[in-house]
């Protein structure tokens, strides 16, 4: 991790004001702020200061539906195998579950996380957090 830290405080300097990629300095921060716990936070206000920020809380509730999702593609495939008639173990209806929701991930990630990424290069805002719950409970 040190390396990719080090990587990115080299390549920092093109995406800050007067860089020539500074236009994309929302999705780098974006990406900054994923891998690494950003240097600057709230001091004052009404927000709660504790050493995890909003991208980690996010990530842990996307961890914390892993479960439902993998139910959610095996009662996928229990239901059409249920509803066709057919015979399939855990294995397939899982199988078939997985790949009728899989794509429904892919695609819901791919245009929640463009428009994101879009929207907040366009106000020249940062990225915000919220759609990586939003982008498995779409789906």
């Known amino acids: 991790m040190k390396a990719l830290r080090n990587y990115l405080d080299k390549i920092k300097p ?3 004001e007067g860089g020539k990629l500074h236009a994309l300095r929302s999705v780098f921060d974006g990406f900054e702020t994923f891998l ?3 240097n600057n936070t709230s001091k004052t206000g009404t927000h709660i200061h504790d050493a995890i920020d909003s991208k980690r809380i996010m990530s842990m509730v996307v961890i914390a539906l892993v479960p ?3 139910f959610g593609m095996y009662n996928v495939g229990y239901q059409h195998f249920n509803a066709t008639g057919a015979e399939g173990g855990f294995i397939e209806m899982f199988a078939y579950g997985f790949l009728a929701v899989l794509p429904k991930i892919i695609v819901a990630y ?3 996380l463009g428009i994101e990424f879009i929207v907040a290069q366009w106000k020249g805002e940062e990225i915000h957090e919220g759609f990586l719950v939003s982008g498995i409970l779409i789906p």
């Open 68 to 70: 439902a999702l993998l």
């Open 110 to 112: 791919l245009v929640g």
């Open 14 to 16: 093109n995406f800050e």
């Open 36 to 38: 690494f716990v950003p």
